[in-house]
């Protein structure tokens, strides 16, 4: 196995979130290592942190601000593990009533979800030299949205996550969701 590919990763989560950002843009070996294409194939150049990216963004803004309940069943996992700080364990069932329930139950206080910048890194997932998979980390920030009001911070959050290949899609397998912060304490 190749030893870079072995170790950086834990390398970077142990560095700290700073030294991974500029580990990825300043050092090329790292990068281009972390930066594997996610197809062996020529027909994409986009690489597996950039697809996860969108992914995520799409993710929080369709099923999170969006409330697009049709969107979230077909992307999360059926064995989806969700493990909360604040409100436990969740399976697929209890996260979907949950997101029915807290966040998409009032959209006159409509929770509002941000990923905070720069914060997101993509740890691939092989299985005999192929990717099956990938590990997301990153922090991001909740707001209150109000009509004619501006969106109103109300806390902060960091995650991980495990996205896996289904067929040529990504499904949300486990997510840890920690370190709650409310915006009045920071």
Request: proline share 4%; with cysteine.
């Amino acid at each position: 196995m190749n030893l870079k590919k072995r170790f950086i990763p834990v390398i970077l989560e142990a560095a700290g979130l700073l030294l991974a950002t500029w580990l990825l843009t300043s050092v090329p070996l790292t990068a281009a290592t972390l930066t594997t294409p996610i197809t062996k194939t020529a027909t994409t150049s986009t690489t597996l942190h950039q697809q996860l990216a969108l992914k995520d963004a799409e993710f929080f803004e369709r099923g999170f601000n969006q409330c697009d309940l049709a969107y979230l069943e077909a992307t999360i996992s059926p064995e989806l593990k969700f493990y909360h700080d604040q409100s436990g364990f969740q399976d697929k069932k209890l996260f979907m009533q949950n997101t029915r329930r807290y966040l998409c139950s009032d959209p006159a206080h409509k929770p509002i979800r941000k990923l905070t910048a720069g914060s997101l890194s993509t740890f691939p997932l092989y299985r005999d030299g192929e990717i099956y998979g990938a590990i997301q980390h990153g922090e991001h920030q909740f707001y209150l949205r109000e009509a004619g009001k501006p969106d109103q911070l109300t806390g902060t959050a960091r995650f991980t996550s495990v996205w896996l290949k289904h067929d040529q899609d990504w499904q949300l397998a486990d997510v840890l969701s920690y370190d709650h912060q409310s915006a009045a304490a920071k």
